[in-house]
């Protein structure tokens, strides 16, 4: 494994990098091409139900990481993000969030940290 990093899919995408966009739902405004994603695993992407009640505000980011796990315990889509990691050299997480501290790839890098990769 190599390294993993997340950064906005409206931001160009980092060199050499396999670009997993990690959102439920696609980017607003932004073309297929324009996103430069190798990999859309849009049900790693919190459920709309969490997505909704945690509306980006800063102050819910702890209960929000928390539910997240939880509902990332046992998902497939979540075992298919650990392989992307295992068998690429360079993956980075993309996000649509304009709040860079406190979304769903902050949560996923940290998971990934824990994982023996």
């Keep these: 494994m190599g390294s993993i990093s997340i950064r906005r899919v409206y931001e160009p995408p980092a060199t050499g990098a396999r670009r997993i966009l990690v959102d439920r739902v696609w980017p607003r405004g932004l073309s297929k091409e324009d996103a430069a ?47 992307e990691a295992r068998t690429h050299d360079d993956v980075e997480l993309a996000y649509s969030a304009k709040d860079t501290e406190h979304n769903q790839a902050v949560v996923l890098l940290e998971l990934l940290g824990e994982e023996s990769l």
Excluded: M
């Design 37 to 83: 994603v190798d990999l859309w695993l849009r049900e790693v992407g919190p459920s709309t139900e969490l997505r909704k009640w945690f509306n980006h505000d800063p102050e819910r980011f702890e209960e929000f990481a928390r539910r997240y796990r939880d509902e990332l315990a046992g998902s497939e889509a979540y075992a298919r993000l650990v392989e």
